[in-house]
């Protein structure tokens, strides 16, 4: 089993929809959640991190840490094209940084 | 937010040559960095831990001796590819470690582009 799980989709939602893009853990040690943007041929792009469980919201971006459930989301509102994009979330202990595979999202005009 | 500069951006070498790709960080202090690679479709995959001062920590199944990764001062890790071969054409990322009162967040290079023909 990996330690961050997260389905590689793709994702294909109408624009203006509300996204859900997910990622499960089995390590408990984890602290230090983040979400990156990737588009096709660019370094990721830090979007959002969180420390402690509960939702931290950023414009159209909300980030949910749920400890107890070792799971976390992050919701797009209003869903653009230009999100469209692969989204991996990333989690920190003590330096040591694990990766999901990422989510890759499409966003239909 | 904070920056990680990385150059070149994209870079074509012959075979059998080396080449050199900078990571630098423009605005804080970077005890460690990471490099990483990235096939096309496929996710990141970390090849080394770079240590200000010290020896990189590879990957299991990274040739330490052909990317071999120096990171001089705190703002700057180097990554060169020696006796480039085709199959190391990828995508080469880089990233340095932010420390903060409540974690370490991670920022990333632009990437670079690596051609070997």
Same mark, same amino acid.
């Given at each position: 089993?990996?330690?961050?799980?997260?389905?590689?989709?793709?994702?294909?939602?109408?624009?203006?929809?509300?996204?859900?893009?997910?990622?499960?853990?089995?390590? *408990?040690?984890?602290?230090?959640?983040?979400?990156?943007?990737?588009? *096709?041929?660019?370094?990721?792009?830090?979007?959002?991190?969180?420390?402690?469980?509960?939702?931290?919201?950023?414009?159209?971006?909300?980030?949910?840490?749920?400890? *107890?459930?070792?799971?976390?989301?992050?919701?797009?509102?209003?869903?653009?094209?230009?999100?469209?994009?692969?989204?991996?979330?990333?989690?920190?202990?003590?330096?040591?940084?694990?990766?999901?595979?990422?989510?890759?999202?499409?966003?239909?005009? | 937010?904070?920056?990680?500069? %990385?150059?070149?951006?994209?870079?074509?070498?012959?075979?059998?040559?080396?080449?050199?790709?900078?990571?630098?960080?423009?605005?804080? %202090?970077?005890?460690?960095?990471?490099?990483?690679?990235?096939?096309?479709? %496929?996710?990141?995959?970390?090849?080394?831990?770079?240590? =200000?001062?010290?020896?990189?920590?590879? =990957? %299991?199944?990274?040739?330490?001796?052909?990317?071999?990764?120096?990171?001089?001062?705190?703002?700057?890790?180097?990554?060169?590819?020696?006796?480039?071969?085709? =199959?190391?054409?990828?995508?080469?990322?880089?990233?340095?470690?932010?420390?903060?009162?409540?974690?370490?967040?991670?920022?990333?290079? =632009?990437?670079?582009?690596?051609?070997?023909?």
């Amino acid at each position: 089993q990996k330690e961050v799980e997260q389905d590689p989709g793709p994702l294909s939602v109408p624009e203006g929809a509300i996204v859900s893009l997910n990622c499960t853990y089995s390590n *408990s040690a984890f602290q230090y959640f983040m979400w990156y943007r990737q588009y *096709s041929r660019k370094g990721p792009e830090l979007l959002m991190y969180t420390y402690s469980s509960g939702n931290k919201e950023d414009g159209r971006f909300t980030a949910q840490v749920d400890k *107890s459930s070792k799971y976390i989301s992050l919701f797009i509102r209003d869903s653009q094209p230009s999100d469209s994009a692969t989204y991996l979330c990333a989690m920190d202990s003590n330096y040591q940084l694990i990766w999901g595979a990422g989510t890759k999202l499409i966003i239909k005009p | 937010g904070a920056v990680v500069s %990385q150059h070149p951006s994209w870079v074509i070498c012959k075979s059998g040559t080396s080449v050199k790709i900078e990571c630098r960080s423009l605005d804080f %202090q970077a005890t460690t960095m990471f490099w990483y690679r990235q096939f096309p479709k %496929q996710s990141l995959m970390l090849m080394a831990t770079s240590n =200000e001062g010290s020896k990189a920590t590879y =990957e %299991q199944g990274v040739e330490k001796d052909k990317f071999l990764i120096n990171h001089a001062s705190l703002t700057l890790s180097t990554l060169t590819v020696t006796s480039a071969h085709p =199959e190391d054409s990828s995508f080469y990322i880089c990233s340095a470690s932010h420390p903060t009162d409540s974690g370490n967040t991670i920022y990333f290079g =632009e990437g670079s582009w690596l051609t070997v023909v």
